[in-house]
């Protein structure tokens, strides 16, 4: 049981196609979150939920897609991607706003 | 506007030695304080947790201190092992539930 996995690890794409990352829990716990990972950033919230059906924006949702139909699904979807968002990709997930957050392994993407 | 400072970018170190990484905030009013050990290629995870009323929180050969008056956290590392090789990262929760990231400090530990 890994508890929260992501995929794919590795993605590679051209720009204005869609892509799709997947994070899936086996936790239960209500909030799952996306980040991403640039050098020179700390981690920057893209988008958030407190649990299914609710989302909310982050720091950085400019060109993201979220949807939580299952407590333990959260994909990220990229409409039409850009050169800027090459970036590793985080989910996580934790039981409320001020507690413990639990990362994924990220997905790398590279959008060429 | 809130920020979270790490010091110092990057750090060297011998097996077996002591180091001590630093973190500045400017968050006010913060609900906790984190400290997140990174490895490369992997998600970060939790090493300690302190509110505003706890000065120091220990997590085997980590100790992280918190002077929520100077807002300035510490993490201290006793007896460095190759895998605390690794990025350290500050993070302030604020009373609304943002997080604030730290860039990270990287540590390097050499054989």
């Known amino acids: 049981d890994a508890g929260i996995t992501q995929s794919p690890r590795y993605k590679i794409t051209e720009t204005g196609r869609q892509v799709t990352l997947m994070c899936h829990q086996t936790w239960s716990h209500s909030y799952m979150f996306w980040y991403r990972q640039d050098l020179g950033h700390g981690l920057r919230l893209i988008y958030y939920s407190a649990a299914a059906d609710i989302t909310d924006k982050g720091e950085v949702p400019d060109g993201y897609v979220v949807s939580r139909s299952k407590t333990e699904n959260f994909p990220l979807t990229l409409e039409s991607a850009t050169r800027s968002q090459t970036s590793v990709y985080f989910c996580a997930t934790g039981g409320g706003l001020q507690e413990t957050q639990y990362f994924g392994p990220g997905t790398r993407l590279l959008v060429l | 506007k809130n920020q979270v400072e790490q010091s110092p970018q990057s750090l060297i170190i011998l097996e077996g030695k002591n180091c001590t990484l630093q973190?500045?905030?400017?968050?006010?009013?913060?609900?906790?304080l984190r400290w997140y050990k990174q490895d490369t290629g992997r998600g970060p995870v939790s090493l300690t947790i302190?509110?505003?009323?706890?000065n120091t929180k220990s997590n085997g050969r980590y100790t992280a201190t918190l002077d929520a008056d100077t807002k300035q956290s510490s993490l201290h590392i006793t007896a460095s092992q190759l895998s605390d090789s690794a990025s350290y990262i500050c993070?302030?929760?604020?009373?609304?539930?943002?997080?604030?990231f730290g860039k990270g400090t990287k540590l390097s530990v050499k054989p």
């Open positions: 973190c500045n905030y400017t968050v006010s009013p913060f609900s906790n």
């Open positions: 993070v302030v929760t604020d009373h609304q539930g943002n997080l604030i």
């Open positions: 302190m509110t505003f009323s706890e």
